[in-house]
């Protein structure tokens, strides 16, 4: 099993910042991937931003240049820096993980979620 945790979030005023951090732990072999997805009221799911262990970044549209994805897949840790933050981010932000863990001789794979933190932006 492999559990997620964050921390960060709250409530900031537009323009404000905000600082979201994530860590895996269990047993874990190796991490493919790890990021950030947020669902706001009324609407589904969005990637926000993932990194590789390719060292690839992806993020969405709608929060280039703002927000910073940055992490240690090696150590299981990613952070999500928000900056220049708009009302239409407030949202459920939720860390994800994908990988391979380790059982009983075997290498299955994993793909996680954390149990989601609130980031709200006032107008």
């Known amino acids: 099993q492999v559990q997620l945790v964050e921390s960060g979030g709250g409530l900031v005023e537009t323009g404000g910042s905000l600082r979201l951090s994530c860590a895996a732990s269990?047993?874990?072999?190796?991490?493919?991937?790890m990021g950030w997805y947020r669902r706001a009221p009324g609407k589904q799911r969005e990637l926000v931003a993932v990194l590789t262990s390719a060292g690839r970044f992806n993020y969405a549209d709608s929060v280039k240049g703002r927000f910073t994805i940055s992490g240690d897949l090696g150590r299981n840790t990613v952070d999500l820096q928000m900056n220049s933050l708009k009302p239409e981010d407030t949202a459920v932000y939720y860390c994800?993980?994908?990988?391979?863990?380790?059982?009983?001789?075997?290498?299955?794979?994993?793909?996680?979620w954390g149990q989601g933190t609130q980031v709200t932006v006032s107008s």
């Open positions: 994800n993980a994908e990988g391979l863990w380790y059982y009983s001789g075997t290498y299955p794979r994993f793909d996680s």
């Open positions: 269990g047993s874990i072999f190796s991490i493919n991937a």
